[in-house]
């Protein structure tokens, strides 16, 4: 009799190791997208992406010691499992998900300025009104437009009220809905007892992160929803039983990809660059969780 090719199957403990990855890779996901970590290094989200990474390779170690079956026999005709009404909502929801947390850590600020903006938030650095002392220049004056009311921008002395007495700053190119002049109250971002710290007319606090995050998300979130319907239609009822079942050749590579995404966000998590390169190693990651369910469908 020729060799007879077994497949891993299904016990205990290849569900309790398979429900922790997904449990652990969407903590680290939820950590992402908070983020609980708001600069390098991500702590919390490395941590539980590589508490997955280990339960995923617990999964193939226990579903190897369960060798049951021939590859080519057919199913047995049991009814859903409860793992088999979660599982389509785990691709169609997380897939999304762990794109737009590939996107936040993209978009993480460096160590220094989260320190910096750290630094500002203890000092009580927030918008505070001044009064315009002189005119350091002349004012120029854009008019108005479709998209705006119009501005004058120019150089102003204003007199700062900090804790330890007033102070003459100079701001360039402030821009103000009116024409300024002395006497007239503007707005300036400066911490009232902490003059070391400075005077500006804006303060970026990490808002230019949101921004670009805001739009990353918007573009990417829904192109991945897409992609993760199609793959929730095409799965049917034998194919999910056969999904859960570790196969080699379809849960190999799929990890491996998700794997290799993991290893694509380090420069930003950790902070080092790779070739002068951080971002564009994470950019490259964002896709690897459709590529790996585009696999999934593909080998179903």
Known sequence: MGHMH?????????????????????????????PVSPYPPLTAELALAAASAVFA???VLASYRVRVGPLDRP????????GDHVLPWVFAIGIPLAVAGALMVLCTGSSEDGKRIERLERAGYGGRTAEIVRLA????????????????????????????????VLLKRYETTRSPEPGMRVKAYFAPAHPEEGVAEHADMGRARFIVTLLGLCIAAPLAAIACGIAK???????????????????????AILLCGLVLLLPVALEFQ???????PAFLASPTPVLALV?????R
């Open 137 to 168: 220049g002349e004012p120029v004056r854009t008019p108005p437009s479709e998209d705006s009311d119009g501005w004058y921008d120019t150089d102003l002395v204003v007199r700062v009220p900090f804790d330890s007495g007033d102070r003459e």
């Open 274 to 280: 790779v070739h002068g390169y951080n971002r564009l």
């Open 57 to 59: 390779c617990c999964w």
């Open 75 to 82: 199913p047995a005709p049991v009814g859903y499992r409860t």
């Open 233 to 255: 239609a095409c799965m049917d009822h034998r194919h999910l039983r056969r999904l859960r079942r570790f196969r080699p050749g379809t849960h190999l590579p799929a990890l």
């Open 6 to 34: 077994y497949e891993p199957g299904r016990s205990t403990w290849t569900g309790i190791t398979g429900w922790l990855m997904v449990a652990s890779a969407a903590a680290a996901i939820v950590c992402a997208l908070t």
């Open 295 to 299: 696999w999934v469908v593909k080998r």
